[in-house]
């Protein structure tokens, strides 16, 4: 969970403990670039994770044209993001609650965590002959906006309860 998806948390918390205060029209904090809103739905720790070992390899140079080190990479971190999810989620549920497995968030994070990892400068997807950088933008965009349109269908946005109280007229999800 990103800082800012925190401070939403906290203060839409006290927001609606305030019949009276109207919430914000968007929370505070909410990404509107592209990257940030793909980011929204992978957890954090796989991001640190990823671009701490990918700087370890070595950068590319004419002399190394391998991108084996990098799908390698690109594949386990895309594995790691549904285990993270619900390692995340069995923290945050409260004891004595039943757990119920995020299937939709464990889905989206790597969905999301692959669409972020393409649209890096030295994605493994340049090792594809005729692959160019201005893809990274595209792979990011459509992406995105499929994910924000599903997440909305389905009633899943991270938006919609923030965005209005109960006194607003929200009406509160069933969990899962």
Partial sequence: MSIASMVDTKLTLQQAQDPH???PKQPVGVPTSIANQISRWIPTETITVYVALLALIAPLGPHSPSFTSRWVLFGLMT???PVVV?????AKKESGDRFKLPV?????????FAAWAFALPDTPLSSI???GI???AAILTVTTTAITLVANALHRSPDFDQVMTTQQGAIPRNPG
């Fill in 134 to 136: 201005t893809w990274n």
């Fill in 104 to 112: 939709f968030e464990m889905i989206i994070a790597s969905i999301a």
């Fill in 79 to 81: 594995a790691a993001n």
């Fill in 129 to 131: 002959s005729g692959y």
């Fill in 21 to 23: 205060k109207d919430s």
């Fill in 86 to 90: 619900v390692l995340l989620a069995m």
